[in-house]
């Protein structure tokens, strides 16, 4: 089994995921939530990869590239078998075409500042005592890294143990330049194109192969499948024998094969789903927002029609007519506004449940409770909404107060529970977010 190969030292994976941006010319990637739990099943799956639970470490939406990096390089300073670290999001390159992996607070600007550059997770796993070293990076300009430590190996091969050309290191890239995610409104079950594949692989297995699968043989089946779909090449390097690591029992040898139409095993009913916002009703204001102009035209109209007026009756309705103008623009730019707020507020939320626990997300701001920390989780109606409501037990922080217009969760200390979110603004109907809850919570569900 691949875990054999692990027992000769300590081993640890890092999953850094980021879904929510708070920069808003940043896209929200809900694939990459979704690709992030995949990937932790997967390797977590005692049929398939074998890794224990607890030696799965889940970074998503962190904010600070300074505490990331911090805890990528203690990980790999304490791992001596295999050390596996696995990103998905964005990727920007800086003007000395660093790639940068970018985290919640990172902003497309500075990327070099705000974000996590890669030489300091190449510089962990360079200076990491683990025997194999993995690294999987699901993000746009990912095969930069690998083209940069050719060129490295190339000029010198000296310096072999330099960049993160280090004995038994594996890197695997999703795409030299642009990687592919479905359409925003298309994620809400789906990964990105490169893990989903992957994990296709994973689940499905690979009948003819082996048992099990090695890094290199996934590979060259992940890059058939990726380039008949039309989709970008993924890259790989590595050194010594570092492609012969067993990754995952083949599923197709095993009888642990998982339907391939199912890409993730959270998706199915009873283990988790994510939840995606509704666009809303922003476009009612964009909408309304046509009323001001029509008064706006009214006015003109006034003003042009009282042209033959006698001299103070003219001056009077030119005053009437440009002051009515001048509200009516005024309306106008703030209907529109409130409708572009309203829009951005309803799409920065998601709601994710698995038999994990719950969390919402809003923006750069993220709310979770695992199971064991809830008492009890049922639908209440409040203000005419059906809300889902918590109670926490004593020893758990309760959330702070919600602010005006915001979808996050908030305290009512009258009724001693706290409202976690309401049920509508998700694309989903409330009757599919209540039985997905209700069965990931099992008996923390309350009619």
């Not at 999703?174 to 689940?203: K, M």
């Not at 919402?360 to 409770?369: A, F, K, L």
Request: proline share 6%; hydrophobic share 40%.
């Amino acid at each position: 089994m691949p875990a054999d190969r692990r027992r000769s030292g300590v081993s640890h994976a890092v999953l850094v995921a980021t879904s929510v941006h708070r920069d808003e010319s940043l896209p929200d990637l809900p694939a990459a939530a979704n690709s992030v739990l995949g990937m932790r099943a997967a390797l977590t799956d005692p049929a398939l990869c074998g890794w224990p639970a607890g030696d799965v470490t889940v970074l998503h939406n962190e904010g600070d590239s300074r505490v990331v990096a911090q805890r990528i390089r203690q990980v790999a300073r304490e791992t001596t078998g295999v050390l596996l670290l696995y990103f998905v999001g964005h990727g920007m390159l800086t003007a000395e075409g660093e790639l940068c992996l970018a985290l919640a607070d990172t902003t497309a600007a500075d990327p070099d500042l705000t974000g996590l550059e890669y030489s300091r997770i190449r510089t962990a796993l360079r200076d990491s005592p683990a025997a194999v070293k993995i690294a999987v990076l699901d993000c746009c300009y990912a095969g930069s890294v690998i083209q940069t430590e050719t060129l490295s190996a190339g000029l010198s091969a000296g310096l072999i143990a330099d960049q993160s050309d280090v004995r038994g290191v594996y890197t695997l890239t999703a795409s030299d330049l642009a990687a592919h995610v479905v359409p925003f409104g298309e994620q809400v079950d789906a990964c990105t194109s490169f893990t989903g594949e992957l994990l296709r692989l994973i689940r499905g297995g690979l009948p003819g192969e082996p048992d099990p699968l090695t890094l290199g043989v996934l590979y060259g089946h992940l890059r058939h499948r990726l380039r008949a779909r039309g989709l970008p090449d993924p890259n790989q390097r590595g050194t010594d024998n570092a492609h012969d690591f067993p990754f995952t029992r083949n599923a197709a040898r095993t009888g642990a094969r998982t339907p391939p139409s199912l890409d993730l095993p959270i998706v199915q009913a009873g283990q988790g789903r994510t939840f995606a916002p509704s666009r809303g009703l922003g476009w009612m204001w964009w909408l309304a927002s046509l009323l001001p102009l029509a008064l706006a035209g009214a006015f003109i109209w006034l003003i042009a029609g009282s042209l033959r007026a006698p001299g103070l009756l003219l001056a009077i309705l030119t005053v009437i007519g440009i002051v009515g103008c001048a509200y009516s623009l005024g309306l106008f730019v703030n209907m529109v506004q409130r409708g572009n707020q309203r829009m951005r507020r309803r799409l920065a939320r998601l709601l994710i449940v698995n038999t994990a626990g719950i969390e919402v997300r809003v923006r750069d701001q993220r709310w979770h409770y695992r199971w064991a920390d809830v008492s009890r989780i049922a639908e209440r109606r409040r203000n005419f909404r059906r809300c889902i409501c918590i109670d926490l037990k004593p020893t758990i922080m309760l959330p702070s107060a919600q602010r005006n217009g915001d979808f996050s969760p908030r305290y009512d200390p009258g009724r001693g529970e706290v409202l976690f979110t309401t049920l509508s603004g998700y694309r989903a109907r409330p009757e599919e977010i209540v039985r997905e809850i209700a069965q990931c919570a099992g008996p923390k569900w309350v009619d």
